[in-house]
């Protein structure tokens, strides 16, 4: 393959004829909170893994919504579970319970086996 | 049609002088498809019989520096003047510029002193002081593919071959891509305005093509000045021709037809890119997909030569296409000049493939 100095850019249009929007049903179902978040960002502002890594909750979430599920599971990993975005999101979301569930709904989706 | 189309479809066409022309040519399109400009005026002139003047004078309009931020539009509206001063020189009020670049920056510059009267003036100024020229506005300005459309049914007299595969009787599949600059700026000098752009449609249903609508038909092609003059930023430019091509390639196209410059040059060249960078190729062969003007389509129907069109200069090789037409033509004449001299031929890509053994 050739190479001339620039690369042929990805579009970042959401596809939603392929996307898969009925799983975030399925998340709602188990998490009914997670339907009040406005994606504010507080959970992401005061995420201490955040601190250390690139992992964007707010962004994880938004993704899922849209039925963008790519390296998602893997972003997933980087939390550690603490809850502080539960104790400052404003809507009152069960921000925890949504990463916990949203790696189940994931597996159930083969997008990656959780261990354990 | 109803009375009620009718009146709303009247709402979107535009005026297209029936002769008298001021040939305006393109500063690119000349190298690229050397074979359009020339097929255009003998179409006029030999076919139509119309007068259209082809003048040695004429420059740039200045439309690439422009775009790209090196030139004001005080001195385009003033290097535009100089253009209608020619124009008026020859005692002609039909101006035909042959890019839609152009054609885009001259519908500005009307619009322009429409609207701002002093700005007229002050070009009328900046024109008298440098060069001593004065200048009358055209009363009429039409993009060379405004004729042929104008005229499609009088050529279809004349044409030998169809837009049919001959083999099949089936009616070819066309993508039309019309440039941003023709209709998207100024949408009442496009036939068929913004919305409806009916220019390139129109001569393929008529001459018995389909015309293809897929979902990114009205997206650009990718030639946006800034992002291909910085090698950096090409990656945007090729990306958007990406686009287009991966949405079109599900309704096999047998070829694209277009009215301006920049979109026949990126969406024919940059399939090579895309092929030897990624090793994608959007028809069933690897060969691409044909990308014609306006002019060579004409030209061919009319029974014109393949390599006096200019053919042989495209990125994607189109025998697959002449085939389908049934139009016959000599390979050994491919790269032969009007010399009757061997011109060379280009390099054999490595992922692309083409005809000529390079």
């Known amino acids: 393959m050739k190479h001339w100095g620039f690369k042929i850019s990805k579009p970042r249009v959401l596809d939603f004829d392929t996307a898969n929007l009925d799983a975030y049903n399925r998340l709602i179902e188990k998490v009914p909170s997670a339907h009040r978040c406005l994606m504010c960002g507080a959970c992401t502002a005061t995420c201490t893994a955040n601190l250390h890594t690139e992992f964007n909750f707010r962004n994880c979430h938004l993704m899922f919504r849209r039925g963008q599920f790519d390296g998602l599971a893997e972003e997933l990993d980087k939390c550690m579970l603490c809850g502080k975005c539960k104790l400052v999101c404003p809507r009152g979301v069960n921000t925890r319970a949504i990463i916990y569930n949203l790696r189940i709904v994931l597996s159930d989706l083969n997008y990656k086996k959780i261990e354990s | ?358």
């Open chain 2, 1 to 358: 049609m109803d009375n009620k189309k009718k009146y709303f479809w009247n709402e979107y066409q535009k005026e297209i002088a029936d002769d008298n022309y001021y040939y305006e040519r393109s500063c690119i399109r000349q190298s690229f498809f050397p074979g359009s400009e020339t097929a255009f005026l003998k179409i006029l002139r030999d076919e139509l019989g119309k007068t259209i003047i082809d003048d040695q004078n004429q420059h740039t309009c200045t439309g690439i520096g422009y775009h790209s931020d090196v030139v004001q539009f005080d001195t385009t509206m003033t290097i535009c003047a100089r253009l209608f001063s020619l124009m008026t020189d020859k005692e002609l009020k039909n101006f035909v510029p042959s890019c839609v670049t152009s054609f885009g920056i001259f519908t500005e510059v009307f619009e322009t002193w429409q609207e701002f009267p002093e700005e007229l003036e002050k070009a009328r100024n900046f024109l008298r002081k440098a060069t001593g020229r004065e200048f009358n506005i055209p009363e009429n300005i039409s993009h060379p593919s405004d004729i042929i459309y104008k005229y499609r049914k009088e050529l279809k007299q004349k044409m030998k071959y169809q837009l049919v595969n001959h083999k099949t009787g089936k009616p070819l599949r066309v993508v039309e891509h019309i440039g941003c600059h023709y209709g998207k700026i100024f949408t009442k000098h496009a036939v068929g305005g913004a919305e409806f752009p009916q220019v390139l449609a129109g001569m393929i249903e008529e001459w018995g093509g389909e015309v293809i609508d897929y979902p990114e038909r009205r997206h650009c092609c990718g030639f946006g000045f800034r992002q291909y003059l910085v090698m950096a930023n090409r990656g945007y430019s090729v990306a958007n021709t990406k686009k287009k091509f991966e949405s079109m390639e599900p309704y096999k196209p047998d070829f694209v037809l277009t009215n301006c410059p920049g979109c026949t040059m990126f969406m024919d060249r940059w399939q090579y890119t895309i092929a030897e960078m990624e090793g994608k190729t959007y028809d069933e062969n690897g060969m691409g997909i044909p990308v014609l003007t306006y002019e060579e389509l004409t030209g061919l129907l009319l029974g014109y030569n393949p390599w006096d069109l200019g053919l042989q200069v495209h990125q994607i090789q189109s025998e697959a296409l002449l085939d389908k037409l049934g139009i016959p033509y000599d390979p050994k004449d491919k790269f032969v000049g009007k010399s009757g001299k061997f011109i060379g031929q280009p390099e054999k890509p490595e992922i692309l493939k083409v005809d000529y053994d390079g």
